[in-house]
């Protein structure tokens, strides 16, 4: 079948082609059938680049646990901890968010305007620490969940996977039920779901409808993970981006990355939106953005500017009260306002 730039279903099919170029299309399908998928690590990148993230993670915890690396297994004796906000402890690991594989289904799965939620680093040791059956859907107060996730993550292995070793474990097929486990449901399938058995360098990816939960590691060492859970737009991320992001990290990175810091989001509201830049003082961002752009923004996007939120500003909203009624209203400072 050609698939064409069909706009009934948005930026899918630009999407879709670089997916098939990747080689995901059963990944894809994967994701449809079991609610969740492994993608080996050659699709992922190469052995120095897994190896790197891994160093990265390492390091990492031997900072804030204040040790060395070969203090770590007796840190994480018979303990496990998300090593939470590590965005910017490393720049490897802004690289790694925009893995043309893994973010490529992530965006299959919550679209192409999805913005970053969290970006953790897991480390497990030997011991009884495991994670429960759960789903990872937020929206408590709905009993049932709508037939698309809200939220997805990649889990980014950094050392090799098995039920010995701790490995991630799901309940395939799960997805579909679009709820909760019951807590008896959970006990059931505490032992009974599927573990992941994969390589280092390998990618998990998941949405928040499929549960899941892990194994406790028999074996010695250290289960490592660089974990990231990426958001539809209209929802508040789990860690504070917008607020943390610098001028200099969205100037080394593409556009898309930027995106996912949220720093054009709309929200929240104040009496006065903020004043448009003038076009000429940025590029133009094209609708969809390819998974194999790796050139920096140099400029192209900016940081949220300061706003007050209590202030009500006259002139811009008239602007836009004019542009509502179909008049052409232009001031200097601002772009011409259609709606």
């Known amino acids: 079948m050609e698939i064409d730039d069909w706009t009934s279903v948005r ?19 994967e994701l449809e059938a079991f609610g969740f998928t492994v993608i080996p690590p050659e699709k992922v990148g190469t ?18 646990k204040e040790c060395e690396v070969a203090d770590l297994d007796d840190v994480f004796a018979d303990g496990q901890e998300l090593m939470r906000f590590m965005l910017w402890d490393d720049p490897i690991f802004e690289q790694t968010l925009l893995n043309p594989a893994g973010f490529g289904l992530v965006q299959y799965l919550l679209g192409t305007n999805c913005i970053l ?41 950094l050392s090799d996977y098995s039920k ?11 997805h579909r039920w679009r709820r909760f486990p019951s807590a008896e449901e959970a006990e059931y399938w505490l032992d009974r779901a599927h573990p992941v058995e994969a390589p280092m360098g390998s990618m998990i990816i998941w949405g928040d409808h499929t549960w899941h939960g892990s194994y406790p ?15 539809r737009p209209h929802m508040q991320s789990q860690e504070p981006f917008r607020s943390t992001v610098t001028q200099k990290a969205l100037d080394r990175n593409p556009i898309r990355f930027g995106q996912l810091m949220d720093v054009g989001g709309a929200f929240p509201f104040g009496k006065s939106p903020a004043r448009p830049r003038d076009k000429k003082s940025v590029k133009p961002i094209p609708p969809y953005l390819s998974l194999f752009d790796s050139e920096p923004s140099g400029g192209s996007l900016r940081l949220r500017p300061q706003v007050d939120f209590d202030h009500y500003d006259v002139e811009l909203n008239q602007a836009i009260y004019e542009g ?5 209203i232009q001031f200097p400072d601002l772009y011409r306002i259609k709606r």
């Open 47 to 64: 052995i120095e680049q897994h190896k790197a993230v891994r160093d990265s993670l390492l390091a990492v915890a031997c900072d804030r």
């Open 217 to 231: 590691r028999e074996t010695s060492g250290l289960r490592l993970m660089m974990l990231a859970t990426f958001c």
């Open 164 to 174: 010995d070793d701790g490995a991630l474990a799901f309940v395939p097929g799960s």
């Open 324 to 328: 509502g009624k179909g008049k052409k």
């Open 11 to 29: 930026h899918l099919p630009e999407l879709y082609r670089e997916l098939k170029q990747l080689d995901l299309l059963e990944n894809v399908a």
């Open 117 to 157: 939620s969290l970006c953790d680093g897991w480390l497990k040791g030997k011991g009884d620490a495991r994670t429960g059956i759960h789903a990872d859907w937020a929206q408590f107060e709905m009993v049932t969940f709508p037939p698309e996730p809200f939220t997805a993550n990649f889990n980014y292995l």
